[in-house]
């Protein structure tokens, strides 16, 4: 799904909860999530308040906007929801990780725990 650039200037310009919100409805309705991977293709973390984040985004196009601030080399993976929770969950469970849902440009977005992410977005799921 592409993102037009007058969608993008809306959803950026929202609170981090709505973004949060967009988020869910769009990741239920694609199946799809896109993180960032350092050269070494290993996931791009970030530090706040002595937590680990993992930031998340519903489209390439979102992404691409935090390509910067040492991020700048990263690249963009789309992430199937299955992969998701086959691979990344025991990752973040296991790290205690946080993940940071739709950050903008260098702004930090929704942060929430793996377990009420996957309540919300199950939640977002049951509507389809």
């Not at 040492?70 to 690249?75: A, Q």
Request: glycine share 2%.
């Amino acid at each position: 799904m592409k993102v037009n650039k007058i969608e993008i200037v809306k959803v950026t310009s929202l609170k981090p909860i709505e973004r949060y919100q967009y988020f869910l409805k769009r990741v239920a309705d694609s199946e799809i999530i896109f993180i960032l991977l350092n050269p070494n293709d290993e996931y791009v973390l970030s530090e706040l308040d002595g937590n680990i984040l993992l930031a998340f985004w519903s489209a390439k196009e979102y992404a691409e906007l935090c390509q910067v601030d040492g991020w700048e080399n990263s690249c963009i993976k789309e992430i199937s929801l299955e992969i998701f929770t086959d691979k990344m969950i025991d990752f973040i469970e296991k790290n205690n990780i946080l993940l940071n849902i739709f950050p903008v440009k260098d702004k930090t977005g929704f942060i929430v725990s793996i377990d009420e992410f996957a309540k919300d977005l199950y939640d977002e799921l049951d509507k389809y």
